[in-house]
């Protein structure tokens, strides 16, 4: 792995200020008294040729830390929690409207409303899936597999495949419909084979949680170890076949 990618994700904005740093080491521009940002922003307890990315940037980073409640942080974060804080007030503006039945401000709030609802989702608890959990029972060939996919993509479901658009790898002026492999619980295929004890504690505690998730749904403890062993043994092969960096099935 590039050294780089595996730093915080406030290299995102600090990595410009590196390359300024190493064009100017003296930090000033000849003929002006601006402040001299990019000496401030070095770390000069570290030697260059150790660690070149702390001496050019250290300075920055401790000026601006990580928040405790983040993982990482970068100007996407802060253009997401933007997004999000808006989404949330268009919301509640929705469902405060009493607006007219079928339009889209009706259905917004509606739709937001029923999120809300804790107590009647408790109640209804999986009746609403019903349907759809009895066409995925009622799976008996690949056709319906393919049937099940089609329907459950639209719906937001994570099923097998994953389709998206973006830019055409061989026509950047183009936009176009990508297909990439879906249905893993677990974040990416190293979780289900790498041997280390903190992965396979991650194993075998997303095994539990799917047997949970069964045993919410009505199944008893042996039906929904049996269930559970089947998903994770499902997930498992699909892992074995997602491509690696060279490009090769692994």
Same mark, same amino acid.
């Given at each position: 792995?590039?050294?780089?990618?595996?730093?915080?994700?406030?290299?995102?904005?600090?990595?410009?200020?590196?390359?300024?740093?190493?064009?100017?080491?003296?930090?000033?521009?000849?003929?002006?008294?601006?402040?001299?940002?990019?000496?401030?922003?070095?770390?000069?307890?570290?030697?260059?040729?150790?660690?070149?990315?702390?001496?050019?940037?250290?300075?920055?980073?401790?000026?601006?830390?990580?928040?405790?409640?983040?993982?990482?942080?970068?100007?996407?974060?802060?253009?997401?929690?933007?997004?999000?804080?808006?989404?949330?007030?268009?919301?509640?503006?929705?469902?405060?409207?009493?607006?007219?039945?079928?339009?889209?401000?009706?259905?917004?709030?509606?739709?937001?409303?029923?999120?809300?609802?804790?107590?009647?989702?408790?109640?209804?608890?999986?009746?609403?899936?019903?349907?759809?959990?009895?066409?995925?029972?009622?799976?008996?060939?690949?056709?319906?597999?393919?049937?099940?996919?089609?329907?459950?993509?639209?719906?937001?479901?994570?099923?097998?495949?994953?389709?998206?658009?973006?830019?055409?790898?061989?026509?950047?002026?183009?936009?176009?419909?990508?297909?990439?492999?879906?249905?893993?619980?677990?974040?990416?295929?190293?979780?289900?084979?790498?041997?280390?004890?903190?992965?396979?504690?991650?194993?075998?505690?997303?095994?539990?949680?799917?047997?949970? /998730?069964?045993?919410? /749904?009505?199944?008893?403890?042996?039906?929904?170890?049996?269930?559970?062993?089947?998903?994770?043994?499902?997930?498992?092969?699909?892992?074995?076949?997602?491509?690696?960096?060279?490009?090769?099935?692994?």
């Amino acid at each position: 792995m590039n050294p780089l990618f595996s730093r915080p994700r406030r290299w995102l904005l600090a990595a410009p200020l590196l390359m300024l740093a190493a064009c100017q080491p003296g930090g000033k521009s000849a003929g002006t008294a601006r402040p001299d940002l990019l000496q401030a922003n070095l770390d000069t307890t570290v030697r260059p040729g150790d660690d070149f990315f702390t001496y050019a940037n250290g300075g920055w980073l401790k000026k601006h830390p990580i928040p405790a409640s983040e993982s990482s942080w970068g100007i996407g974060k802060e253009v997401q929690n933007e997004v999000y804080a808006r989404l949330r007030s268009l919301n509640e503006e929705a469902a405060n409207a009493n607006a007219a039945a079928g339009t889209n401000q009706q259905k917004i709030g509606d739709f937001y409303a029923t999120g809300l609802d804790s107590a009647t989702v408790e109640q209804q608890g999986l009746a609403p899936l019903k349907p759809e959990l009895n066409r995925l029972a009622a799976i008996q060939s690949v056709a319906d597999v393919q049937a099940a996919i089609a329907r459950l993509i639209p719906l937001g479901v994570n099923a097998l495949i994953g389709p998206y658009v973006g830019q055409d790898a061989k026509n950047s002026d183009k936009m176009a419909l990508q297909l990439w492999q879906a249905g893993l619980g677990l974040p990416n295929r190293d979780y289900y084979f790498n041997k280390d004890t903190r992965t396979a504690n991650i194993r075998r505690e997303y095994g539990r949680h799917v047997a949970r /998730m069964f045993r919410l /749904m009505g199944q008893d403890s042996v039906a929904a170890q049996a269930s559970s062993a089947r998903v994770v043994a499902l997930e498992t092969a699909l892992a074995k076949r997602v491509f690696g960096n060279l490009g090769k099935p692994v």
